[in-house]
């Protein structure tokens, strides 16, 4: 499976825009690229996914490169509830359903 | 719709000990998997099911055991629990696709201590 890396933390204030980066140099034509998040104690949840275009949803945006090797996860006006780990995953065809988590990056909101 | 439940939340077993995880989904779901989280560390694959009758290994199945005989159920069984088995475990439920865009639902988690 195609590698990704992510910074370890990265630290925002409230209602102002994030961008968590994220660089999958090794992704194939077919992997599509996943955002999950996690709360404190809590389950991972989707986020957001894409293959090639952009992509926007009532949570976040997702800028993809045109190349494809890095990707970009947009919260447009961060709250004090979007403090979380964000985990990048690539997905094959048949990997949608054995996801590869990576350490993810912690986002630290300020109020 | 409930999602996907996980029962118990908590639990604390000795060494040696035996116990099953529940974890059912009301979605309809086909592929169903089980994950544990070891403090700091991301997610790491159990056990996955992708229909009723039909199991396979993730990428640390040793000391677990899982079947499928429903849709909506998929335990997950600790034979003789070990401590290095003290984590949370998390199952989750996708509806198949057949690409790479399938997005999982999770459960809330069982935290569970072996003593």
């Known amino acids: 499976d195609a590698k990704t890396t992510q910074p370890n933390s990265m630290e925002s204030n409230e209602e102002e825009p994030v961008h968590l980066p994220c660089n999958h140099s090794?992704?194939?034509?077919?992997?599509?690229i996943h955002w999950y998040r996690q709360l404190p104690s809590q389950g991972p949840e989707y986020v957001i996914h894409g293959l090639t275009s952009n992509v926007n949803n009532r949570m976040a945006s997702l800028a993809i490169a045109e190349d494809r090797k890095s990707s970009t996860l947009i919260l447009h006006r961060a709250t004090l509830r979007d403090a979380a780990v964000y985990y990048c995953i690539l997905t094959g065809i048949q990997g949608a359903q054995k996801l590869v988590f990576g350490q993810g990056t912690r986002l630290t909101i300020n109020p | 719709n409930a999602g996907v439940t996980q029962t118990p939340k908590f639990q604390v077993l000795k060494t040696g000990q035996s116990m099953t995880l529940q974890c059912a989904q009301d979605?309809?779901?086909?592929?169903m998997s089980w994950y544990r989280q070891d403090p700091g560390m991301g997610l790491r694959l159990i056990h996955y099911s992708v229909g009723a009758g039909i199991t396979d290994q993730g990428e640390v199945p040793n000391g677990y055991n899982v079947s499928r005989s429903t849709t909506e159920d998929f335990p997950l069984r600790l034979l003789s629990a070990a401590p290095s088995q003290t984590s949370v475990y998390f199952c989750a439920s996708s509806y198949s696709a057949g690409t790479g865009a399938d997005t999982q639902y999770f459960g809330p988690g069982t935290r569970l201590t072996v003593l």
């Open positions: 979605m309809n779901h086909e592929y």
């Open positions: 090794t992704i194939s034509g077919t992997d599509y």
